[in-house]
Nanobody, 123 residues
Framework: QLQLVESGGGLVQPGGSLRLSCAAS????????IGWFRQAPGKEREGVLC????????TYANSDKGRFTISRDNRKNRVDLQMNSLKPEDTAVYYC????????????????WGQGTQVTVSP
């Protein structure tokens, strides 16, 4: 059973950076696409970025283009989300999720989810 655990969230000032990590256990990540999603209070969960098993990336939130990047290290069974130039509207709980064989913008198509990590962007 694949299990995912997010880490790296916290409180950061506008313009700051955070690096979130999604650590997997129980099964190699090699065959999974990993998506990062976020959910702000009162809003639906939305896709942020996804990385395919072969390393191809897809950005789902136009507002994040150029600010967020995703990377994977299959040897460490980990996927990271680097977030720069953070804005207050980036405040949300961030989740990583896995699906096979490829990426999707739809949360309901993902089979495995982490518990989430809170990101708060505030002065």
């Amino acid at each position: 059973q694949l299990q995912l655990v997010e880490s790296g969230g916290g409180l950061v000032q506008p313009g700051g950076s955070l690096r979130l990590s999604c650590a997997a256990s129980g099964f190699p990540l090699d065959y999974y696409a990993i998506g990062w999603f976020r959910q702000a209070p009162g809003k639906e969960r939305e896709g942020v970025l996804c990385i395919s098993p072969t390393g191809g990336t897809t950005t789902y939130a136009n507002s994040d283009k150029g600010r967020f990047t995703i990377s994977r290290d299959n040897r460490k069974n980990r996927v990271d989300l680097q977030m720069n130039s953070l804005k207050p509207e980036d405040t949300a709980v961030y989740y990583c999720a896995a699906r096979s064989p490829g990426c999707s913008a739809y949360p309901e198509w993902y089979d495995n989810w982490g518990q989430g990590t809170q990101v708060t962007v505030s002065p």
